[in-house]
């Protein structure tokens, strides 16, 4: 097996909800609330999860644009709270949601990536030819290296923007949902590209998205996050094929091509109830309140995250 080059322990990440005259703290959003897993080096790891469920304030804690409530994060070994941003971001990348956001409009797209190697003072020839290569590594050409973003389609700003976290050459690039906001043709050609680039530099991905389908198509292991917590984590065939937590088949039978089995089963989804709030999360069990198989003790225990066979690992006390 390939040494683990991320590691998360006991990772919380909690917002204060302030209010009344002195703006005390009144109630906590429990963003992410221990969630504990390892990175292998090479591998894809997928992180799904409905809306508001913790996937992105995740991502973001690994790579420090927010800082954790508590837990550790060890990256190659080196809790990543005693690290240097900058060192940091060298090594670990992110690639956002939305292309247009990520862009800065009033920079060429030349300088949009290039600029972690001109704030180091390189020569402007270096950043060209560089910038050109990089161009080419995404399906673009040089030529695009003085046009603006505007001038590009979401597709192609999304190539830039990988392109830009590819320019410090990173080991690790965590792509926070990347192709959700694309067209579904051009989304297929985005999750090519990050497949071709994973092959030919052996780069390891933290694939952050809500649609599973998506998550099927690049990932080695699959991690299942439900309301701030991790309920399953799973190679992927094994995931598919044999899925033990209650939402996770949930979640695959909600998968359109799976759809019509899945209404013949159930008359109505508890998908389709309403999530409920991470400021006052359920106690026990987090998803009995719309888990078809509760029983008495989810209502009142929390299920610890248990390995029930090699690399497959649960929270529920149907396995507890």
């Known amino acids: 097996m390939s ?3 991320l590691g998360v322990r006991n990772l919380k990440k909690f917002f204060p909800i302030k209010g009344g005259l002195l703006q005390r703290t009144q109630a906590n959003v429990h963003a992410v609330d221990g969630v504990s897993f390892d990175v292998s080096e090479g591998e894809c790891i997928g992180l799904v999860g409905e809306s508001g469920c913790g996937k992105s304030t995740l991502g973001r804690c690994i790579i420090r644009l927010i800082e954790p409530t508590s837990g550790e994060i060890r990256y190659r070994g080196s809790d990543i709270s005693g690290m240097d941003t900058k060192e940091l971001w060298s090594r670990i990348q992110m690639v956002f949601q939305d292309p247009m956001s990520s862009l800065n409009p009033r920079l060429t797209i030349g300088y949009c990536i290039g600029e972690p190697l001109i704030v180091r003072k390189t020569p402007e020839a270096e950043v060209r030819a560089r910038v050109g290569e990089l161009l080419a590594e995404v399906g673009l050409n040089e030529e695009h290296y003085g046009r603006f973003p505007h001038e590009f389609s979401g597709g192609q700003r999304q190539r830039i923007n990988i392109a ?50 998506v998550i099927k198509h690049l990932s080695d292991t699959i991690l299942v996050m439900y309301l701030g917590k991790l309920v399953e984590i799973a190679p992927k065939r094994e995931l598919f094929s044999m899925s033990l937590h209650p939402y996770t088949r949930l979640l695959i039978d909600s998968i359109p091509s799976r759809s019509r089995r899945y209404r013949g089963e159930h008359a109505e989804s508890p998908l389709s109830l309403e999530l409920p709030s991470n400021i006052d999360p359920p106690k026990g069990c987090r998803f009995h309140t719309r888990c078809p198989k509760v029983m008495d003790v989810c209502r009142v225990n929390d299920p610890e995250l248990i390995e029930v066979e090699a690399g497959h690992y649960v929270a529920c006390h149907l396995y507890n």
């Open 164 to 213: 830009r976290a590819l320019i410090s050459d990173p080991e690790f690039i965590i792509l926070d949902e990347p192709t959700s906001s694309l067209d579904v043709s051009v989304q297929a050609k985005i999750l090519n590209l990050l497949n071709d680039i994973k092959s030919r530099i052996g780069i390891t991905y933290m694939f952050i998205s809500h649609d599973l389908s």
């Open 3 to 5: 040494e683990a080059i």
